[in-house]
């Protein structure tokens, strides 16, 4: 059982920075992976970044540059730094964790990039 909480979410203007974050009920050094997703309204739900329990990271092309995914696994927290938004950016945002073929994922947070 465990329970991710999404937040940071909001209004930005474009060229602004948003940092998310995810913060688990549980230690987050057992799971394999942990990641982002976004979901835009009328598109699929796609990877945004992800990161390992070893640190490695991968992110998608779109957003490569701008983001950045980092943990603490002290506090049991994922990040989301999110630099230079753009309008194209607006989705929910969701924290997923992955270990053992299970998935959990949190209840998403509001991004939205307008001037």
């Known amino acids: 059982q465990v329970q991710l909480v999404e937040s940071g979410g909001g209004l930005v203007q474009p060229g602004g920075s948003l940092r998310l974050s995810c913060a688990a009920s549980?230690?987050?050094?057992?799971?394999?992976?942990m990641g982002w997703y976004r979901q835009a309204p009328g598109k699929q739900r796609e990877l945004v970044a992800r990161i390992t329990s070893g640190g490695s990271t991968n992110y998608a092309s779109s957003v490569k540059g701008r983001f950045t995914i980092s943990r603490d696994n002290a506090k049991n927290t994922v990040y989301l730094q999110m630099n230079s938004l753009q309008p194209e950016d607006t989705a929910d945002y969701y924290c997923?964790?992955?270990?053992?073929?299970?998935?959990?994922w949190g209840q998403g947070t509001q991004v939205t990039v307008s001037s």
């Open positions: 997923n964790a992955a270990r053992g073929g299970y998935e959990h």
């Open positions: 549980g230690s987050i050094s057992r799971f394999y992976a």
